[in-house]
């Protein structure tokens, strides 16, 4: 069965600090890969999705990125973070048509 | 562009009742998939339930089911016989028919179980 991680699941840091979130996928080959940000108590806003490897389309222009280094692996980075990065980031995958979501990192950038 | 609407925020029930989610979407497509999602408080997002555009018939997942009208572009979730781990925020989303399209989200209702 397939299976999603996140990780960290929280993370503290300061303004201007970076940041490396990873979400990983097995038992499944070519996922479609996606990042979301969830404020508190909010909808959910797509930041970055990923076709295959290498391959990344952005939504929303702002200070993060992301990369898909490994065919199961996305990761979402920034320089430098800002106050407003603060959120739930979740991870989904999909292979057919349902999106399956990771647990999630909750950030608070302070 | 495709759009979901989601217009009650927030919904509080007794326990053992049944429970009526409304979501409309706008679209000109005409094979979508629609989806209804949970996040509970541990905000692990689950998939509860899924509809084909081709197909009549409603989706029905134990407690859970859909009223699907197409012409209408309605998609309501019911749940019945609510337990108080129903109590979640719940999203309806609309994804067109390609894989590689990215869901569209409600803005979420959230759903209250009362003891």
């Known amino acids: 069965s397939q299976t999603i991680h996140q990780w960290p699941a929280t993370l503290v840091q300061p303004v201007g600090s970076p940041l490396s979130l990873e979400c990983t996928v097995e038992?499944?080959?070519?996922?479609?890969l996606y990042w979301y940000r969830q404020a508190a108590g909010r909808g959910l806003q797509l930041l970055f999705y990923?076709?295959?490897?290498?391959?990344i389309s952005s939504e929303v222009p702002q200070n993060l990125s992301a990369s898909r280094p490994q065919d199961r692996q996305f990761i979402l980075s920034s320089k430098k973070l800002l106050l407003s990065d603060s959120g739930f980031y979740l991870c989904?995958?999909?292979?057919?048509?349902?999106?399956?979501f990771g647990p999630g990192t909750r950030l608070t950038v302070t | 562009a495709q759009t979901v609407t989601q217009s009650q925020p927030e919904m509080s029930v007794q326990e053992a009742e049944t429970v009526t989610l409304s979501c409309t979407y706008d679209?000109?497509?005409?094979?979508?998939?629609l989806f209804w999602y949970k996040q509970p408080p541990s905000r692990q997002m689950i998939l509860v339930i899924r509809?084909?555009?081709?197909?009549?018939q409603n989706a029905t997942e134990n407690r859970f089911s859909v009223n699907f009208q197409k012409a209408a572009k309605s998609f309501s979730l019911k749940i019945s016989d609510s337990q108080l781990g129903d109590t979640a925020m719940y999203f309806c989303?609309?994804?067109?028919?390609?894989?590689?399209?990215?869901?569209?989200f409600g803005k979420g209702t959230r759903l209250h179980i009362l003891p």
């Open positions: 989904a995958w999909s292979r057919a048509v349902e999106q399956y």
């Open positions: 038992g499944t080959s070519n996922p479609n």
């Open positions: 990923s076709v295959g490897i290498g391959q």
């Open positions: 679209t000109s497509e005409s094979n979508y998939y």
């Open positions: 509809q084909e555009a081709y197909k009549q």
């Open positions: 989303a609309f994804l067109r028919g390609n894989r590689d399209d990215k869901i569209i």
